[in-house]
């Protein structure tokens, strides 16, 4: 989850449903995968049991790491640490920076969401967060929107900063050109892709596309 120094092309976070069933869900995955570049799967099963949650990564972070992308698990450090995850992204809400280090250590990657305050986001930095989360950039039918996210603060962001930001809310293939050329590092998708009326491969490849559009590498 980190890039060079300069600008890279920004990458696709895809997210999981909230819901899933192991076996149907690696198909999809497999599929989406199959449309193009993903450099992260983070896994978000909210509300589920323990086992649950363990059974879905025992089942789905193969298929990630077999295809180069890094595998998170959304609010839980202990549970990212039992299927030794790629590392852990947490809420505001959701365990302290510290405390994740501790149980994971630090060849883990540590992501916090940070709604629309490069304040939060500074403040993860400091603690050691490997990349801040900024969002919602549009709405969206994967979660309530609470925290309505600016444009300029992935510019301001990607100007004084070098830790990674995600942005995360309603991303589509039509909109996210937007939060690309203002410096988006990574874009958080969900329920665009597993909604896309002709699937997961079509989505990720109708991102991949627009991404290219709308990116300008440094000079």
Same mark, same amino acid.
């Given at each position: ?40 799967v983070q ?68 992501? =916090?969401?940070? *709604?629309?305050?490069?304040?939060? &986001? ?6 050691? #967060?490997?990349?801040? @989360? $900024? ?12 925290h309505q ?43 665009? =892709?597993?909604? *896309?009326?002709d699937g997961?491969? &079509? ?6 596309? #627009?991404?290219?559009? @709308? $990116?300008?590498?440094?000079?």
């Amino acid at each position: 989850m980190t890039n060079p120094p300069g600008r890279d092309r920004p990458r696709i976070y895809l997210i999981t449903p909230d819901h899933l069933e192991p076996d149907a869900a690696a198909q999809k995955l497999e599929a989406a995968f199959s449309g193009g570049d993903i450099a992260c799967v983070q896994l978000r099963l909210k509300g589920a049991d323990d086992e649950t949650v363990l059974a879905a990564a025992r089942r789905l972070m193969p298929i990630a790491h077999a295809h180069d992308a890094a595998f998170l698990i959304n609010d839980r450090a202990d549970l990212a640490k039992a299927c030794d995850a790629d590392g852990v992204h947490l809420g505001q809400k959701d365990g302290d920076i510290a405390t994740a280090r501790n149980l994971l250590g630090f060849n883990k990657d540590i992501g =916090v969401t940070c *709604h629309n305050s490069r304040h939060l &986001a500074f403040d993860a930095g400091d603690q050691g #967060a490997d990349y801040v @989360a $900024f969002g919602a950039f549009f709405p969206s039918d994967t979660k309530k929107i609470e925290h309505q996210a600016e444009l300029e603060t992935l510019e301001i962001w990607s100007e004084i900063s070098e830790i990674p930001c995600v942005a995360i809310g309603g991303i589509t293939a039509t909109n996210c050109g937007d939060l690309v050329r203002a410096g988006a590092d990574f874009l958080a998708i969900s329920g665009y =892709v597993w909604g *896309h009326a002709d699937g997961p491969a &079509a989505a990720i490849s109708a991102l991949n596309t #627009a991404i290219d559009a @709308a $990116f300008q590498p440094a000079s």
